[in-house]
């Protein structure tokens, strides 16, 4: 199997780059062992306060409604963190002040929406809060198991239902300005959450819920589908165990599925398997390592010094990531591979120049997909 282009990991920065490449002409395989940061996402792109035209455009081509106003987002405690580009279900808002009298509106049985947390944090803020729960008999079957009552699967449930859900919202309703719900909302249908907020004579909110996360879902079924409409290989559930390097050049790898058949690439390879959630760099009680290629990693030598004993600090580990040169080329023993690009959360903090969190899987992913296209 011969591509111009393969990259490995299918998260953000992995799908970012392919999209890209394959806009751009090339023939491109995403090897990807399954689940992503995405999966767990918030819903704001961290770090693109100011994001270019381009990654707007990137976005709306895949039909994935983003906007940024500058101001601050809920989370899931009730709490407020400052926004950045954000998916459009997710409201950012001027100040911390989002209303003075809140509905907060759970379904009945779903212990992954912290309702009454959410209900402190806003009170705290001086906010009056009153949480109700919704009992629809089509979440009965769910109901019976708690491992079923999920967020994804709530969603694939009522996203058909919207309009009963206005219904049965708009009766709990009395004299608040504000109506905060789980999102889980929008998984196959983009716009659900458009039409409840028009239905419901009050403010409403979508605040997170636990994982998976319902908009993470679906932006990554949307790129991924983008990604596969422009002709490029998506090889899902399959992992990169080894690669065949000679005198600094990749010149292919090998998968668990496809077992003695090596995927070559006749001018690059991208590694963008993610940081440790991902296995993308592995750490053991010796060091921090990359498993794919055994790149260089950047990390300190003394383990007492990779983590910070205040639990809520900063994280010294966090930081740790493959080592590449200016262009994003791996590091392996001091010296670049030639045509294998790093992009990604698998960088740590190496790279400050493209960013954090998701930021920096887009910016990474956009600058290696340039240097591929001699741009
Ligand atoms: C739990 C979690 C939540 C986050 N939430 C946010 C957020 O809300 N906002 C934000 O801005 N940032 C968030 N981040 C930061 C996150 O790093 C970025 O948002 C971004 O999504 C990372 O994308 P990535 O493509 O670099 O890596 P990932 O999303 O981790 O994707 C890497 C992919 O590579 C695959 N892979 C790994 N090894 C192999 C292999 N050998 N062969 C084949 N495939 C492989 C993995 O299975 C995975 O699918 C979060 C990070 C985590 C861990």
């Not at 390879?269 to 053991?284: C, D, P, Q, R």
Request: charged letters at 20%.
């Amino acid at each position: 199997m011969k591509y111009d282009v393969v990259i490995i990991g299918g998260g953000l920065s992995g799908l970012v780059a392919g999209i890209t490449l394959q806009k751009a002409g090339k023939r491109t395989a995403i090897i990807s062992t399954g689940q992503n940061a995405l999966h767990f996402f918030s819903g704001t792109f961290e770090s693109l306060q100011e994001p270019s035209q381009r990654i707007k455009d990137l976005f709306l081509e895949a039909g994935v409604r983003v906007h940024y106003n500058p101001g601050v987002r809920l989370t899931p405690m009730g709490t407020f963190k400052e926004a950045a580009l954000s998916l459009e279900d997710i409201d950012l808002f001027p100040s911390e002040k989002i209303g003075k009298r809140v509905l907060i509106v759970n379904f009945q049985g779903y212990h992954d929406f912290f309702s009454s947390f959410l209900a402190e944090g806003l009170e705290k803020q001086g906010m009056q809060c009153r949480v109700r729960f919704l009992n629809l008999p089509e979440l009965e079957r769910l109901q019976q198991s708690p491992s079923e009552m999920r967020s994804v699967q709530i969603a694939r449930t009522v996203d058909p239902l919207w309009e009963k859900v206005v219904q049965e919202v708009r009766l709990l309703l009395k004299d608040e300005d504000t109506v905060i719900l789980p999102q889980v909302f929008g998984l196959a249908d983009t716009s659900v959450p458009g039409r409840i907020r028009q239905g419901i004579p009050a403010r409403v909110v979508f605040a997170g819920t636990l994982p998976p996360s319902v908009p993470g879902v679906r932006t990554q079924i949307l790129l991924r589908k983008r990604y596969q409409l422009l002709g490029g290989t998506y090889l899902m559930g399959d992992e990169v165990v080894r690669a065949h390097v000679h005198e600094g050049v990749v010149h292919s790898v090998a998968t668990k599925n496809l077992d003695s058949h090596y995927v070559e690439a006749s001018e690059a390879f991208i590694l963008s398997t993610g940081s440790y959630f991902s296995k993308g760099l592995v750490a053991n009680p010796f060091r921090v390592y990359e498993p794919v290629f055994g790149l260089d990693v950047e990390y300190k030598e003394d383990r007492n010094a990779w983590y910070n004993p205040s639990f809520a600090g900063d994280q010294p580990y966090m930081h740790f990531g493959v080592k590449a040169s200016a262009d994003l080329l791996a590091l392996k023993d001091g010296e670049p591979l030639q045509n294998l690009y790093v992009a990604g959360s698998v960088l740590g903090d190496t790279h400050p120049e493209f960013g954090s969190a998701a930021g920096q899987a887009i910016q990474s992913a956009l600058f290696v997909a340039d240097k591929i296209l001699g741009l």
